[in-house]
């Protein structure tokens, strides 16, 4: 069974220009969420949509942050425009329930790099 | 605002020896806790779990006990393998309803090394 797969592993972008990252969880996961890690500090919530719908997106930096997950299946999470301080690892993480009840694991990606110079 | 907090960013042990990992949270809501481990270039992977009804629990050479009045938690690894260095990550979070629909709230991670 394929893992929960992010895309692109890497990138180098321009202040100002847009990237978009693209995760494809665990297939049957209802549940999708976006992390972010910055600098080696804390891995910080961004949000969580449940099949299509944006369940709680109170981490969401700015409005320079757009997540869709059209479909329910893959979502994707654009940043425009970017700035510096939005680099750092994106993970996307899929679970099918609940971290708390059987069946709840949260299975992370390998995470998208992003460095904006 | 941090809530769940590692104040050590490294830690160094031999082969064999035990490891433990210290976590500390302030939100009394969090009810309960995950250890994740991640090596380099790859994502978290879940390690062990602990409800706030517990203080204790064991999977083979992980353990995880739990301090609700000083809430804190640790993780100790006895014994130690080299195998067993990479970055964990302690986590918390709330019950399910009021707004909460299960996120995850990571501390800084504390990366451990075994050495042989």
């Known amino acids: 069974e394929a893992g929960v797969t992010q895309f692109p592993s890497h990138s180098v972008i321009e202040k100002g220009q847009t990237v978009t990252l693209r995760c494809d969880p665990i297939s049957g996961h209802d549940n999708l969420y976006w992390y972010r890690r910055v600098m080696g500090k804390e891995i910080k919530f961004l949000l969580h949509?449940?099949?299509?719908?944006?369940?709680?997106e109170s981490g969401m930096p700015n409005n320079r942050f757009l997540a869709e997950r059209t479909g329910g299946t893959y979502s994707t999470l654009k940043v425009q425009p970017a700035e510096l301080e939005d680099s750092g690892v994106y993970f996307c993480?899929?679970?099918?329930?609940?971290?708390?009840?059987?069946?709840?694991?949260?299975?992370f990606g390998e995470g998208s790099r992003l460095t904006v110079l | 605002d941090q809530q769940v907090k590692q104040n050590s960013p490294s830690l160094s042990v031999q082969e064999g020896r035990i490891s433990i990992l210290n976590c500390d949270y302030t939100n009394s809501m969090f009810d309960y806790f995950l250890w994740y481990k991640k090596y380099p270039a790859e994502g978290p992977t879940f390690l062990i779990s602990?409800?706030?009804?517990?203080d204790k629990n064991e999977d083979g050479r992980f353990t995880v006990f739990l301090n609700k009045s000083a809430k804190h938690l640790s993780l100790h690894i006895v014994p130690s393998q080299p195998g067993d260095s990479a970055v964990y990550f302690c986590a918390a979070t709330n019950k399910p309803g009021s707004g909460n629909t299960g996120k995850l709230i990571f501390g800084q991670g504390t990366t451990l090394q075994v050495k042989p």
């Open positions: 949509f449940v099949k299509e719908s944006k369940q709680d």
């Open positions: 993480a899929s679970s099918q329930d609940l971290v708390r009840v059987p069946g709840g694991e949260l299975f």
């Open positions: 602990i409800s706030s009804i517990k």
